[in-house]
């Protein structure tokens, strides 16, 4: 089906801006277009407590951003940003991240790792490592008990939650209960299907992606590693279950789906959705995307699943 009104809409407000194609952008100038898609958006929700961090990564700090909701947490989430390991912070995702925490009654570590091309590859993926063993020591002090931990992210951050969940199962820890990855990167083919399909050309195209992964791993043999695109990794018996959710009008639905048809034929539990209508980058925007609502909800109930002992679904 094609894209429903409120992106159509939103596409059109970002087309009048007179913004030029983030591929034709600098880095720097690139990050200000979050703020842009920022807009006037409300703030999320009220948090019982939100508290700054900085957990020491080679080479540095990462600062993360804690979401204490109201009431017993039942989770620590840790989550990564998307934005092609080049834009995106915790602030921009600050009011996502408050409602991904009152939905789901956890406590959400949002990490702000080191961006290309300052940083590239594998900074992010040691800095998200730092923070996810961070947040694993101190469970119960974030919680005020012993809760599951799951790994959460989109688009980049749902490669980095992937890689996470790869990276703990060959460490032997920390234990990762559920791994949530929203249209994750999970491969550095940029000719499938759905990267060359012109009906998928909207807010992320094929061009940002070539520039996106220029910056990030200039190299191609470091982006064939599994550390880059987990699809690559041979092994994905004994991973976490999985919640993958992916768009229909987004050049990265092909890899996103086919890294969850491995993990079933890997024999992990994994619960799948394709959002019809929808582009790449809906999920954060609930102040204009009712696609993001729903995709929340999808969220928030298979976390309710997994927290009340129920395996995840295909």
């Known amino acids: 089906m094609a894209i429903d009104q409120p992106t159509a809409a939103l596409l059109e407000q970002l087309i009048a801006s007179g913004a030029p194609p983030l591929h034709e952008m600098n880095a720097k100038d690139a990050?200000?277009?979050?703020?842009?898609?920022?807009?006037?958006?409300?703030?999320?929700?009220?948090?019982?407590?939100?508290r700054e961090q900085r957990v020491k990564a080679s080479g540095g700090f990462v600062p993360v951003r804690v979401f204490v909701?109201?009431?017993?947490?039942?989770a620590v989430i840790?989550?990564?940003?998307?934005?092609?390991?080049?834009?995106?912070?915790?602030?921009?995702?600050?009011?996502?991240?408050?409602l991904l925490a009152q939905r789901?009654?956890?406590v959400v570590v949002s990490v702000d790792y080191r961006l290309a091309p300052e940083y590239r590859f594998p900074v992010a993926v040691d800095d998200s490592w730092a923070a996810l063993l961070w947040?694993?020591?101190r469970i119960e002090e974030l919680a005020g008990g012993p809760v599951p931990l799951i790994v959460a992210g989109d688009s980049a951050g749902g490669n980095l939650a992937a890689i996470m969940a790869q990276r703990a199962k060959a460490a032997g820890g920390p234990a990762i209960a559920l791994q949530v990855l929203v249209y994750p990167v999970t491969d550095c083919d940029l000719d499938t299907t759905s990267y060359t399909d012109p009906a998928n050309q909207l807010l992320l195209s094929r061009e940002s992606m070539v520039w996106f992964w220029d910056h990030y791993a200039p190299d191609p043999d470091a982006r064939v590693h599994p550390d880059a695109s987990p699809l690559r990794q041979v092994d994905l018996k004994s991973l976490p279950p999985a919640v993958v959710l992916t768009a229909e009008h987004d050049p990265l639905r092909d890899e996103g789906e086919l890294y969850a048809t491995r993990l079933v034929q890997a024999g992990v539990p994994v619960r799948h959705q394709r959002f019809e209508g929808q582009m790449h980058g809906?999920?954060?925007?609930n102040h204009v995307l009712p696609g993001a609502d729903a995709a929340m909800d999808y969220v928030a109930a298979a976390i309710d699943d997994q927290l009340a002992g129920d395996p995840a679904k295909t």
Do not use: K, N
Not at 69 to 74: A, L, N, Y
Not at 78 to 98: F, K, L, N, P
């Open 78 to 98: 840790v989550y990564y940003h998307g934005g092609g390991w080049v834009i995106g912070s915790v602030e921009d995702y600050d009011a996502s991240t408050r």
């Open 104 to 106: 789901t009654g956890s």
């Open 69 to 74: 909701p109201d009431g017993q947490p039942r």
């Open 31 to 50: 990050r200000g277009v979050m703020a842009l898609l920022r807009g006037d958006a409300p703030p999320g929700p009220d948090m019982a407590e939100v």
């Open 135 to 137: 947040a694993s020591e």
């Open 282 to 285: 809906f999920f954060t925007m």
